[in-house]
């Protein structure tokens, strides 16, 4: 059996003739504000311009996305005197059995991969006009994470693509350590632990409910 995950395709027809909508999506500016300046739109509905890619406008379908640009609208409504335009790094994860990915910006122009796919531990860098524009990780730590989200964002210049793959994620580490080489950049980790202990502490509930519930009717 083969899954496909194709994305979605948002429902905007409510708000046809009322805002502007763009490629798919409801357009809104970097404040998260629609054509009407009164309503915000957030989340994968919205068409945003991104900072990295020279403010394209892109819609993305994350939760990541979700929670940055609704943070966003809150911070332009209640403080918009402090709130500037986003500046989001296109993220996505993904966790399925013992496969744990991330990726960070764009996937277009040239692909060069690296690591030993045999293993589970592999990746990949995507090169536009001379430039890093994504990276791609499977199975890496929090700190390699970090490297190649950091080399993404300051869009490193790549000369050589066989070497880029001969280098693999030792080139991501040695450009992001160059530019930033007391701190690294914080990368959001999925909290894959709260989410295991809220399941386990809701299940438990549950079933300690069912058990007395249980009891009681015998009783009755």
Partial sequence: ???????????????????????????????????????????DVAAFPVKLFGNDIRRLEHVDSARKTAK??????????????????????????????????DNVGEVAHY????????????VDKGQMVGAFLESGSREEYEVIAEAVRLKVTVKDIIELEREGLEFAMRVSHQAMPETGLIVERPLYAW??????????????????YGRRRRIW
């Fill in 115 to 126: 690591g030993d796919f045999s293993s589970g531990r592999f990746g990949a860098y995507w």
């Fill in 195 to 212: 989410h295991a202990t809220a399941g386990v502490a809701v299940a438990m509930s549950i079933a300690a409910f069912a058990y007395w």
């Fill in 1 to 43: 059996m083969v899954v496909v995950g194709i994305g979605i395709r948002a429902n905007t027809s409510l708000f046809e003739g009322q805002l502007n909508i763009e490629k798919g999506g409801i357009k809104v500016n970097g404040r998260m504000q629609t054509s009407n300046n009164s309503v915000y739109a957030v989340g």
């Fill in 72 to 105: 966003h609208a809150v911070a332009a409504i209640m403080v918009p005197q402090k709130t500037g335009d986003l500046d989001y790094l296109p993220f996505f994860y993904s966790r399925v059995f013992t496969l744990s990915w991330q990726f960070y910006g």
